[in-house]
């Protein structure tokens, strides 16, 4: 029997299996791992699972359908009840033998909204097979905080998500860039794979976490307002713009990203080319600087996702402040200090903290949002979490502020 787990990281692991070897979780020895489960994460550079040496994999890397027989979600991992979350659900799903199941941690009702995290009604309301008038559920509550996803009477309908875009055209984007880079400059030495396909998987899954994020913190600050205009300037090749465009939890009319980095432009347009059918002309995409936005429309929302954080403190004010001209009356702006990707979760973050602050104060009150939940944070408030690795990396957010998500809105 081949059994996986995926962990948000190495560290995570043992507190991430114990979870599951644990007999106040499986006490009927329904949903226990075997011990020579194979652990995956999504940024180990041994990504071929099949060398069967015991090192750690990566849960990006293809897996032949049909090969695995059940998939343990640690607690560790991201648990976002949003469109990507559920799309990454489906390409799990493929995976699995016919007989298979995916056996992932849920919060009750309460805990579940709180975090914007997974719970069993919202499992259900996505995964529910039906056949005429019946409907066979996929989910199965196997004990407190735990369930398993099983493919019932036919396929959960297709999610219109940035995930499935990466799951499906992962290999023909690696292809594209290795032949654009050898036929840029043959006498360069080549690219090297590996590295290439780390990269993209880096700035892809980081979009799960951000984008369930910023769909909570529109929620709060500006509620059911419909056709949003969103501008984004994160170096992720459009992929948060499009993920808040498609998402059925807020009404986004347009969206327009601002990605710096030229050689992104070939996964823009292959992006933008993959949702025409759902965006139409709704996606716009420039290779612009930061410092090089005019910010010429009226936006309801910009975010700065880890792109101020190699600009001077002079520089981030003259930014800001021609946002926050270009941001409609009860807009939102917020920040994210540097690239999610490049955050290491298991270490205090030395941010440029206290200066954001200093420079957003001057706009109006801040508000701050956790990395790990979709929460806001509130002194002496306590945010739990099945993880205690996680729950303590929250409390210290909440002391520290450090690597937070920061929102101002215009009055």
Known sequence: MIQVALHLEEISIDEDL???FSEARDKHDHVRPNKDIHSLTPDSAHINLQDGDGRIGNFLYPVTPNTLDRIYIGISLP???NNWGAAFLIQLLKTLKPNGAIVLPVYAEGQAAEKGYWSRSSLENIFLSRSRWKGISNISAENDGVMSLRVGRKWPERIAS???WFYQERANLLLDQLISAEQHDRAASQPDPKSIFLASCAVSWSNYPVS????RIIQDCIGQRHNLSICDTSADYGQLAMELLLSPYISVANAVNHDPEPSHRRKTRSLASYFLPEIGDRFRSQCLNIEQIIFEDRYDVISFIGSLAEESATQQQVILERAWKALKPGGVM???ERPFQEVDH??????KGQALDELLGQFGA???YSRYVASELERGVEISHYSKQIEN??????ETHDGVFRVVTKS
Request: overall charge negative; cysteine-free; hydrophobic content about 50%.
């Open 212 to 215: 369930a994020i910023v769909e």
């Open 162 to 164: 940035t995930a499935e």
């Open 79 to 81: 648990l976002f009840a």
């Open 334 to 336: 917020l920040v994210l």
């Open 18 to 20: 114990e979870y599951y």
């Open 366 to 368: 801040i508000r701050y």
């Open 346 to 351: 298991s270490q205090v973050i030395g941010s």
């Open 393 to 398: 990396a929250i409390k210290q957010e909440n």
